[in-house]
């Protein structure tokens, strides 16, 4: 098993420029099968992830 271990010490680095993030922007993304969220590095804003999609049948 792997163990998770929390750390308020450290940020994570962005895959793409290598700055420390501390910030993460992010844009809502609507269509007529849901809301998704696009997540991205606010130093050379490329992105992260994008959420999972949540239509109208799931809250």
């Known amino acids: 098993m792997i163990q998770v271990e929390?750390?308020?010490d450290l940020n994570p680095i962005c895959p793409h420029c290598a700055?420390?993030?501390k910030r993460v922007?992010?844009?809502k993304l609507e269509s007529a099968f849901?809301?998704?969220f696009?997540?991205?590095c606010?130093?050379?804003k490329k992105?992260?992830?994008v959420s999972h999609r949540?239509?109208?049948w799931m809250g």
């Open 19 to 21: 700055a420390e993030i």
């Open 54 to 56: 949540k239509g109208f």
């Open 42 to 44: 606010s130093s050379c």
């Open 6 to 8: 929390e750390r308020d």
């Open 47 to 49: 992105t992260l992830g």
């Open 25 to 27: 922007f992010a844009k």
């Open 38 to 40: 696009i997540y991205f």
């Open 34 to 36: 849901g809301v998704r």
